[in-house]
């Protein structure tokens, strides 16, 4: 499983949502999503937040930057991160599953959702 490391999604669809999550196979890593939108507001989520996810933000109908990073220290654990756009019907619009397990190493994952 892999992904692109940057990716344009289309149309934000109104009332729509973004949703991150991540599945680990142990604890030896960090990670954060943070989701900024047009208007400069950051809505920021770490590690626990995402293991227990996923975590959704509502949109509007603006351009939002999603970045994500992940860390993996020395036990190299398997790390799945998920995210997706889910428009108002509970319909995936974008998703991407992103795979990493290199020890001591920072994965940095950016979308660009287009207003």
């Known amino acids: 499983m892999s992904c692109a490391e940057f990716d344009i999604w289309g149309r934000v669809p109104a009332g729509s949502r973004f949703c991150a999550k991540v599945t680990a ?6 990670a954060t999503v943070r989701i900024a939108n047009s208007d400069g507001t950051v809505a920021t989520f770490g590690t626990t937040a ?4 996923p975590v959704c933000v509502p949109l509007e109908q603006r351009g939002y930057g999603v970045g994500a990073t992940v860390f ?3 036990e190299a654990p398997t790390i799945v991160l998920e995210l997706s756009l889910i428009d108002a019907n509970e319909n995936v619009v ?3 599953a992103c795979q990493f397990s290199s020890a001591r190493t920072e994965f940095v994952v950016t979308r660009l959702l287009v207003a």
């Open 25 to 30: 196979t142990n604890m030896d890593f960090l």
């Open 50 to 53: 995402l293991l227990n996810g």
């Open 72 to 74: 993996i220290d020395d």
């Open 94 to 96: 974008s998703s991407s």
